[in-house]
């Protein structure tokens, strides 16, 4: 290998001076925060179902 190859491998790439001046919609981050926020809740709901269930179960079987 040239000492030239070596260099080529260890280029960094350049970065892109494109600035976006593409607008944000305000609602479409409104919307993307509600969606996120109903997962969360959707996913504690499942746990706090499970974890009562299980409490439940354990009490019926130690009342045996």
Known sequence: MSKKDDLVA??????NDKVSL???DINHLLA????RKDKEDKANLVFF???TTFIIVVGIF???
Do not use: G, H, N
């Open 10 to 15: 260890l280029a960094t790439p350049e970065a």
């Open 22 to 24: 593409a607008r944000v």
């Open 32 to 35: 993307r925060a509600r969606k």
């Open 49 to 51: 179902s499970l974890f």
């Open 62 to 64: 130690l009342s045996f």
